[in-house]
């Protein structure tokens, strides 16, 4: 009969958090982490209950020790949650900064129709596209271009034996920034196993920021994008654009280009599919 409004508020706000908490630590190490941390717990009250004096003691102390340690062993994952609450975005924004859709549209046609080339060739690509999260420290991995994004470009550097065809490209804004970037291998113990290091390298860069990763397979051509830690396999032009469209586009921007036919989203499907 006491409760009102804001205590109402109050529990659902923690439960909110307490579910991003948990879907941002699952099926990652920290998930089992906690299911020791857990079991401590129960533990050490259960000694005071028993009246285990020694083991309680040591369990107290070891509680109390373990507070550092956890900032230390969970510090990838503290890391990814901070970039998470630093990523929340209230005003949603064009595509890596651009405001004509035009030159959103222009851009993806290029990365898709890149892609596909690489494919049919089946030659290994990985281009990352930045977008909230910054990317200057993979940026400084590599070589920096800064040119305009051109299909011609893009598959050009990723031709086996060319001197930064080994590594990411980096884009950012309208504009390629850096290829033959180095970039972090997920630790995903999901990963199936045929999959390789190109792969791996687009999911890392995928969980530790807001990056979308295209990535083009050298064993059977098949294109995917890691997008938030997860991978979509073997698509085609059509799902491609698709996505891109719907992640590097405002929600009310993506809308607009669905109704313009073919002077939008169909003149690039319908290229796609001639090919």
């Known amino acids: 009969m ?3 409004f804001l205590d109402v508020l109050d529990i659902l706000i923690v439960a909110y958090i307490s579910y991003r908490l948990y879907m941002l630590i699952k099926e990652t190490r920290a998930e089992q982490l906690i299911k020791g941390i857990l079991v401590l717990v129960v533990a050490t009250k259960l000694s005071e209950l028993l009246q285990l004096h020694v083991l309680s003691w040591i369990l107290k102390n070891t509680m109390t020790v373990g507070v550092i340690a956890l900032l230390i062993v969970f510090q990838p994952e503290l890391r990814r949650a901070l970039e998470y609450i630093g990523r929340t975005k209230f005003i949603d924004k064009s595509f890596m900064g651009l405001e004509n859709e035009q030159d959103v549209s222009a851009a993806i046609e290029e990365i898709g ?12 690509a990985l281009i990352v596209m930045e977008r909230e999260t910054g990317l200057n420290e993979i940026i400084q991995t590599g070589t920096r271009i800064d040119s305009v994004i051109t299909r011609q470009l893009l598959i050009n ?5 060319t001197p930064l065809h080994d590594g990411a490209l980096v884009i950012r804004g309208s504009r390629i920034t850096a290829a033959g970037c180095f970039l972090p291998l997920s630790d995903n113990k999901n990963i199936s196993k045929e999959l390789g290091t190109r792969h791996r390298a687009g ?4 969980e530790m920021s807001d990056a979308i990763a295209v990535i083009v397979s050298e064993e059977n051509g098949a294109v995917s994008v890691a997008r938030e830690g997860k991978l979509r396999r073997n698509l085609n032009m059509e ?3 698709e996505l ?3 992640d590097l586009k405002p929600e009310g921007e993506a809308k607009k280009i669905f109704k313009k036919g073919e002077s939008g989203i169909e003149k690039i ?4 599919r001639s090919l």
């Open 239 to 241: 799902q491609l654009v």
């Open 113 to 124: 129709e890149a892609a596909f080339s690489l494919s049919r060739q089946k030659i290994g």
């Open 269 to 272: 499907l319908n290229k796609g």
């Open 157 to 161: 550097i990723f031709i086996p034996n």
């Open 203 to 206: 999911m890392g860069i995928s």
């Open 244 to 246: 891109l469209e719907k």
């Open 2 to 4: 006491n409760i009102g």
